[in-house]
């Protein structure tokens, strides 16, 4: 039987209730065109492989809070299934222990702050301002196994 777990609650509660209120309203999408090699190649070189400062800098409201929560979402599904003790090795317990009671707003100005703050890290990786600026301070020192 599953167990009740505080943090993984408040998390998929403000993810949840952030994406039902403040989300953009649905549309049906028109008939796809069919998309000439040079256009699916520019929409390749578009894509956010690894996103970083660069990106974020460029995104829109709505595109940094998709982007915390669909972290928070993938985490909190590996919570759900894992545990606060998994069997294999993962950062997931330090995420969710570190953001529990951190909106998704205050990730993204969190996100925002580092960015400006350091302009010359604007290839730094997304994941990575988060980890080492929000998770990385509150988890302590990495254990061995």
Do not use: C
């Amino acid at each position: 039987m599953p167990r009740h777990h505080p943090a993984k609650a408040t998390l998929l509660s403000v993810g949840l209730a952030l994406a039902l209120i403040g989300g953009p309203a649905t549309q049906a999408a028109q008939p796809a065109q069919p998309a000439s090699p040079a256009v699916k190649s520019a929409a390749l070189k578009k894509e956010w492989l690894i996103p970083t400062g660069e990106h974020w800098s460029k995104a829109t409201e709505i595109e940094k809070r998709a982007y915390v929560l669909g972290l928070l979402n993938l985490a909190m599904v590996e919570y759900q299934l894992t545990g606060s003790n998994p069997k294999h090795r993962t950062t997931v317990p330090h995420l969710v222990k570190a953001l529990d009671g951190m909106t998704v707003p205050r990730i993204v100005e969190t996100v925002d702050t580092y960015y400006k703050a350091n302009p010359d890290k604007q290839q730094e990786p997304i994941i990575e301002v988060i980890w080492f600026q929000m998770v990385k301070p509150k988890a302590g020192p990495s254990k061995a196994k």
